[in-house]
């Protein structure tokens, strides 16, 4: 078999997205940072800046973001096929687990081992955003408005908490106030390299 060959592309794609998906727990945002490694690091598919670009698009678009993110890669690497099996490799893990618990969900759930390790699973999926967090910050260039917009976006996230805000309103806010700054620094950004 021809290792630079399209069909072992589409092949690698579905095995490396089939594992982040069967050994990731939490959802979306908890496989950033596999993503990452398997992605950048071990397969160099795409670079940090990409990934960064990938978590952009794939909050502005339906869907989960782990899903929208193998997509896009796959479409990248291999093509229409690519972003199917990519997506299907990432999704049948969790397919398959839901559908044999749904056979016995009741009883599963009552078992005090299963409670307890859903309780440990929720600790290491917040690990896993702060690794996520901790490694795509490196991408981001250090300025004085990357600070204020971190900031701000805590702010944000911890009054929503706080007064339990309607998520859509808030939302609509973050995407203008974002659109407003994106503008702004992009025409910042061109009169500096302008002059």
Do not use: H
Request: hydrophobic share 55%.
């Amino acid at each position: 078999m021809k290792k630079d060959g399209k069909f072992f592309q589409i092949l690698i794609l579905f095995l490396t997205f089939l594992k982040i998906g069967a050994f990731t727990f939490g959802g979306g945002y908890a496989m950033i940072p596999i993503i990452q490694k398997e992605v950048v690091e071990k397969r160099r598919w795409a670079t940090n800046a990409d990934i960064l670009e990938i978590l952009a698009i794939s909050e502005s678009t339906p869907g989960p973001i782990s899903v929208n993110a193998a997509t896009y890669i796959g479409f990248r690497v291999a093509g229409f096929w690519g972003s199917l099996f990519a997506t299907l490799g990432l999704a049948l893990p969790s397919f398959v687990i839901i559908f044999v618990i749904s056979f016995f969900y009741k009883t599963f759930m009552t078992w005090r081992i299963v409670q307890a390790a859903f309780k440990g699973l929720s600790i290491g999926v917040i690990i896993l955003l702060c690794m996520a967090v901790i490694k795509l910050k490196k991408s981001i260039p250090n300025s004085f408005l990357s600070v204020i917009l971190f900031v701000i976006t805590f702010v944000g996230m911890m009054l929503i908490n706080l007064f339990s805000w309607k998520i859509p309103s808030v939302t609509l806010i973050f995407i203008g106030f974002g659109l407003l700054v994106g503008i702004v620094t992009t025409a910042i950004t061109r009169k500096e390299k302008k002059k």
